[in-house]
Each structure stands twice: as C-alpha cells, then as structure tokens.
C-alpha cells in the first residue's frame, strides 16, 4: 500500500528545469505536511522544502530559494516541485516525506534529522544535471 510515490526525475542540462511530483494518498495528504529532500552522491540529506496542505504554508531552505518552488494540488493529492536554473550540483536523488505540519520549517528542514522522524517516504527519484 503505497503512501507517497515520487516521480519527475530525469536528466537535463544546466540551466534547464524540471518539476518533480509527489503523489500522497489522500488522508497522508490532509493530515500531514509534505517535505522535500535530496541526496547526492556520498553526501548527507539535505532538506530543501515543505508544505502544509491545510493552509498552504510554505518553507524553503535557503540553498534553493528563489530557484525550486513547492506547491500542491489538493484535488490531486500531489505536491510538486518546480526546479528552475539547475546546476550540476543539483544532482540527487529526490525524495518526498511526511511531517507532522507543526513541523514544517526551519528545524525539520534545515536540520538533519534521523529518518524515522519523518512517517512516510517516497522511494525516491534520480535528477542527473550536466554542465
């Protein structure tokens, strides 16, 4: 019974955008906060976003404000994110969690935190920019 499911990866070149999604079944959506998160090779995760269903509110990590936007769908049970400007140290695996929407903001985004603080999580999508 899949939870999340991540999608939209791909490969482009620097410069180029993508827009990842990630689908939520519908009570995963309405109950929680839905997070990005990347990990490039032989690096930690790093969080990059979130948002809350419920209001919409939105945090972004500083590392990819102004350039990857969140944004979500409540129809569609989806959230995405608008990658815009990549560069080649974008390059990750994507992934999506949940988090309790108190918990959308600096302190589970900026700061690493064990998996398993996090309910749920996609199973990941591969982001390949070339220079």
């Known amino acids: 019974d899949v939870q999340l499911q991540a999608s939209g990866g791909g490969s482009v070149q620097a410069g180029g955008s993508l827009r990842l999604s990630c689908t939520a079944s519908?009570?995963?959506?309405?109950?929680?906060?839905i997070g990005w998160f990347r990990q490039a090779p032989g690096k930690g995760r790093e969080g990059l976003s979130c948002?809350?269903?419920?209001?919409?509110?939105?945090y972004q990590s500083e590392a990819v404000k102004g350039r990857f936007t969140i944004s979500s769908d409540t129809a569609k049970s989806t959230v995405y994110l608008q990658m815009n400007r990549l560069k080649p140290e974008d390059t990750a695996v994507y992934y999506c969690?949940?988090?309790?929407?108190?918990?959308?903001?600096?302190?589970?985004?900026?700061?690493?935190?064990?998996?398993?603080?996090?309910?749920?999580w996609g199973q990941g999508t591969q982001v390949t920019v070339s220079s």
């Open positions: 969690a949940t988090l309790l929407p108190f918990r959308c903001g600096y302190y589970y985004i900026n700061i690493p935190r064990r998996k398993d603080e996090y309910d749920y």
């Open positions: 948002i809350t269903s419920a209001d919409g509110k939105t």
């Open positions: 519908p009570s995963i959506f309405r109950d929680y906060a």
